[in-house]
């Protein structure tokens, strides 16, 4: 149980695109999601949290015009990286709480490997 | 805010050692989790282990809350251990996990 699902894995794109990239939750509800970022070596960084019928609340420094986050049923969240540029390429990773309490645990999708050119 | 600091950074280990990883946070926590992530990406949920001690087959973890610490114990491992274990912390004042520096680990057959 518990499983998380990304789409697209992989995506390159040219500069100025934009892509979108969609986390459901395969086996359970999640009213609450969470996009994260990851550079090479790194940790994972939280960059917006995503509420089902409201607006996500993004991190202090992550632009909410360029992150666009949209929640629109209890299982699917999307992230789309609007007008993308070479310093967007990273890993995107996205998580869901199947719980209501802020600090229940997080199921986490396999993550998309975003390459811009 | 607070900090996560695992150690140690990097760790290589023959299959069949045993390990033990630590997570430090500077402040009060609520809630503690150990994931592992494989070398495609993918997170792995370990322990939800706000505090005391928890085993899953080869793995154990412990965390002392008043300590601020956490440990993870690996017996035996083999080379699909090899990955990056991340501690990740919740406050309630952040509302939100903090993820630990990670502990990059790979184990040589």
């Known amino acids: 149980g518990a499983v998380v699902s990304q789409h697209p894995s992989w995506v390159i794109c040219k500069s100025g695109t934009s892509v979108k990239i969609e986390c459901r939750s395969l086996?359970?509800?999640?009213?609450?999601m969470f996009w994260y970022r990851q550079f090479p070596k790194q940790s994972l960084m939280l960059m917006a949290t995503s509420n089902e019928g409201s607006k996500a609340t993004y991190e202090q420094g992550v632009e909410k015009d360029k992150f666009l986050i949209n929640h629109a049923s209890l299982t699917l969240s999307t992230l789309t990286v609007t007008s993308a540029h070479p310093e967007d390429s990273s890993f995107y990773i996205c998580?869901?709480?199947?719980?209501?309490?802020?600090?229940?645990?997080?199921?986490f999708g396999p993550g998309t490997r975003l390459t811009v050119l | 805010g607070i900090q996560v600091e695992q150690s140690p950074p990097d760790l290589i280990l023959q299959e069949g050692a045993n390990s033990t990883l630590r997570c430090n946070f500077s402040?009060?926590?609520?809630?503690l989790q150990w994931f592992h992530q494989n070398p495609w990406g993918q997170l792995i949920n370990l322990f939800y282990i706000p505090s005391g001690t928890k085993q899953n087959g080869r793995l154990s973890a412990t965390t002392v809350a008043t300590e601020r610490y956490s440990l993870l114990y690996i017996s035996s491992s083999q080379t699909t251990d090899s990955g990056v274990y991340f501690c990740a912390v919740y406050t309630s004042g952040t509302y939100k996990y903090i993820f630990g520096t990670g502990t990059r680990l790979k184990v040589l057959a």
């Open positions: 998580s869901a709480r199947p719980g209501r309490a802020p600090g229940d645990t997080q199921y």
């Open positions: 402040d009060s926590v609520n809630n």
């Open positions: 086996d359970f509800q999640a009213t609450t």
